[in-house]
């Protein structure tokens, strides 16, 4: 994969959306470090390269023009990505305590350029997501003026399921470990990858983040005291009236994380290195 930076992105198509990308790279890594491996899960070698690397060049190969892309990581750390994604333009920013994805894409938001209109969320632990399938939800979000759009898979088991209603119409989604949800045999849940409006980040997600945050014990009043994204956007955008789909294009390979030695070893299979 050939390297392509953020300065070369200069001119942006008249008319075109202006895009941004925000990466988490959080996580301690208990499992990987139980397995012996040290590395920080996110910079984990994929395909001759740290995983974070693998999809940053992924998102400036493909069909898109982004804008920027921001990377979070946790403190300490900033050094390592500022090395992994040298020359390609990236923005580190550093979220301070580990407060789950929610507040991490939060933490984000003051380093947005302003003419950013829509943003790009994954994880520098999932370099199997497909540039097919994150440029077919934008074209979904964007046609049809999306708040928060999922991609998403059918499939049996599903970890966090996305609720319609008779009319095919997204009610809700639901958590099943943290919410303590039944999990259905079989449904539609996202893969990790998600897009958003301006909007529904400097509006919902503040307001989230406003209302859930206690200053005062440095925790959000949820029962982990972390804020979730996905379920919690889900929920928020829609009770604020904006409108939010999930577009089953994806399949489940590209769910798969950086999570234990034995994910490591699968992805590797897959892309090669």
Partial sequence: MSPVVLKDLVGFASGMPVLAAVLLCGGKGSRMLAGGVTTHKPLLEIGGMPSTRYV??????GKLKFAQILIVVPPGREQEYEVALDGLGCRIITQKHALGTGDAVHGALD???SPVEHVYVSFGTQPLVKQETIEGVFDVHK??????????????????PLVRDRNGSVT???ETHLDGAEM????ETNIGAYWASREALEGVLRDLHNSMFVQTEGRYSTNS????????MVRACLAAGLSVDGVPIANEIEMLGIKTPETLAAIREIVGG
């Fill in 143 to 160: 046609d049809k003026g999306l708040g928060f759009t999922l991609a998403t898979v059918i499939m049996d088991n599903p970890y966090a």
């Fill in 225 to 232: 005291g972390e804020l979730g994204f996905p379920n919690e």
């Fill in 111 to 113: 380093s947005l350029l």
């Fill in 172 to 174: 809700g989604s639901l």
């Fill in 56 to 61: 940053v060049e992924s998102l400036l190969a």
């Fill in 184 to 187: 259905p045999k079989r449904g």
